[in-house]
T-cell receptor, first 109, second 117 residues
Framework: GQNIDQPTEMTATEGAIVQINCTYQ??????LFWYQQHAGEAPTFLSY??LDGLEEKGRFSSFLSRSKGYSYLLLKELQMKDSASYLC??????????WGAGTKLIIKP | GAVVSQHPSRVICKSGTSVKIECRSL??????MFWYRQFPKQSLMLMAT?????????EQGVEKDKFLINHASLTLSTLTVTSAHPEDSSFYIC?????????????FGPGTRLTVL
């Protein structure tokens, strides 16, 4: 079957670094996406990985290992505005996105 | 990036009435659009996949006669919640794929918050 696993909730301190992990199983694979969603708002795109390795974009980086079915989102220099849910989604062979339940990130001062 | 709009952003209606939500791709033609529902503090739940010119594909447990989806053009899909009840109160979000891209990124509309009294 198809499945995405990520932690339900994480807490980190302002200015620190946090890593949100995601494991996936899909029928075919067409990339791994990370989205950010603030409460009451629609998700916004953060990153896309289709090849193994690390993609860096400012304070956010995303890593993919296709052989392990594993990805992580790394957030550096955390700011209070980073408090949000982070959704991991894997693309399958039918161009559908299989969504994780999301990780709620709480940033403390 | 591609832009998706959604209208209305917020709607309050009486129980038993029908509500139509529009989803438009503004700068690209979307052959496939998706409708999601999200209850408070829960993740996105895919309701249906809408394909232009054909019937929508509904996820298990979603009543197709209650949630009518029409994708009559390449830039517009509509979701009609028929005979709405308070338990249908939720955040409804649409997204669209840009067929020009060779990967699956979905571009989201801003969402519609439906409250049924």
């Amino acid at each position: 079957g198809q499945n995405i696993d990520q932690p339900t909730e994480m807490t980190a301190t302002e200015g620190a670094i946090v890593q949100i992990n995601c494991t996936y199983q899909t029928s075919g694979f067409n990339g791994l996406f990370w989205y950010q969603q603030h409460a009451g708002e629609a998700p916004t795109f953060l990153s896309y990985n289709v090849l193994d390795g690390l993609e860096e974009k400012g304070r956010f980086s995303s890593f993919l290992s296709r052989s392990k079915g594993y990805s992580y989102l790394l957030l550096k220099e955390l700011q209070m505005k980073d408090s949000a849910s982070y959704l991991c989604a894997a693309g399958d062979s039918n161009y559908q996105l299989i969504w994780g339940a999301g990780t709620k990130l709480i940033i403390k001062p | 990036g591609a832009v998706v709009s959604q209208h209305p952003s917020r709607v309050i209606c009486k129980s038993g009435t029908s509500v139509k939500i529009e989803c438009r791709s503004l700068d690209f033609q979307a052959t496939t659009m998706f409708w999601y529902r999200q209850f408070p503090k829960q993740s996105l739940m895919l309701m249906a996949t809408s394909n232009e010119g054909s019937k929508a594909t509904y996820e298990q447990g979603v009543e197709k006669d209650k949630f009518l989806i029409n994708h009559a053009s390449l830039t517009l899909s509509t979701l009609t919640v028929t005979s709405a009840h308070p338990e249908d109160s939720s955040f409804y979000i649409c997204s669209a794929r840009d067929p020009r891209l060779d990967y699956n990124e979905q571009f989201f509309g801003p969402g519609t918050r439906l409250t049924v009294l």
